[in-house]
């Protein structure tokens, strides 16, 4: 399997297949008019209570962020981020919404982690899913392997600029409270989506808070 370039491609197939369908028959979730990456968006996912009681959460966790093989990228991602722990309500209760929306359980997602961009903080283009030649690869292989779905929630609105932006295709996304965005990393045959690169540009004026949750083929906690 280690020769195979897209070892987990049957099963985020199979995932991509299931949440596509879910997302379809639920009212309250939108599709953006794009082909080639499928990305959604659920607005007042989540109450101004929970966003704001988050966000001191972030404020109380949050540490210089880093990237997979940082020290290949500096400067790369420079916002502020932290592990949010499930034993709190409110982070147990965040895990049950997005888990509801996409029909995936919390444990085949990583810990969710709470992000804090300051006025001139950003993370730069990337995609989500992981390089299978890497070296990197060899650990996250063995726990969770591939990412599948990504989820992010915008805990509040920004004064300027803060917008995630899929750089392939004509989408940018400007922060709104308690919205959450939702993507698919790989394509309907389960290898990973080149058009779903996305960055964070540039907090211009206020903080932008998110809290991300990664999905991947198998269990990872
Ligand atoms: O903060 C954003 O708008 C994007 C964050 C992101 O790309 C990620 O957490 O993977
Ligand atoms: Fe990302």
Redesign the pocket.
């Known amino acids: 399997m280690a020769n195979h370039p897209h070892p987990d491609r049957k099963v985020l197939a199979r995932t991509g297949a299931e949440v596509r369908d879910r997302l379809a028959g639920d009212p309250a979730v939108w599709r953006f008019p794009e082909e080639r990456a499928e990305v959604y968006v659920v607005d007042d996912f989540l109450p101004a209570s929970s966003c704001r009681y988050l966000m001191r959460l972030i404020d109380d966790v949050a540490c210089p962020s880093c990237v997979i093989d940082g020290k290949d990228w500096p400067d790369y991602r420079t916002?502020y981020s932290g592990d949010l722990d499930v034993r709190d309500r409110c982070v147990s209760d965040l895990e049950r919404r997005i888990s509801a929306v996409t029909g995936i359980a919390s444990e085949r997602g990583e810990w969710a982690?709470g992000?804090r961009?300051r006025r001139g903080e950003f993370?730069g283009e990337?995609c989500?899913w992981f390089d299978t030649a890497s070296t990197y690869w060899q650990h996250e292989r063995r726990c969770g392997g591939q990412r599948s779905w990504?989820a992010?929630i915008y805990l509040n609105a920004v004064e300027e600029g803060?917008?995630?932006e899929f750089t392939r295709v004509t989408l940018s996304v400007p922060?709104r409270a308690g919205a959450l965005l939702l993507w698919n990393n790989a394509l309907p045959d389960g290898t990973p989506n080149p058009w779903t690169m996305?960055?964070?540009r540039p907090v211009l004026r206020g903080v932008?808070y998110?809290v991300?949750k990664?999905f991947r083929a198998r269990p990872c906690q």
């Open positions: 916002s982690q992000q961009y993370f990337h989500d990504t992010m803060g917008t995630t922060p996305h960055a964070a932008k998110v991300t990664w």
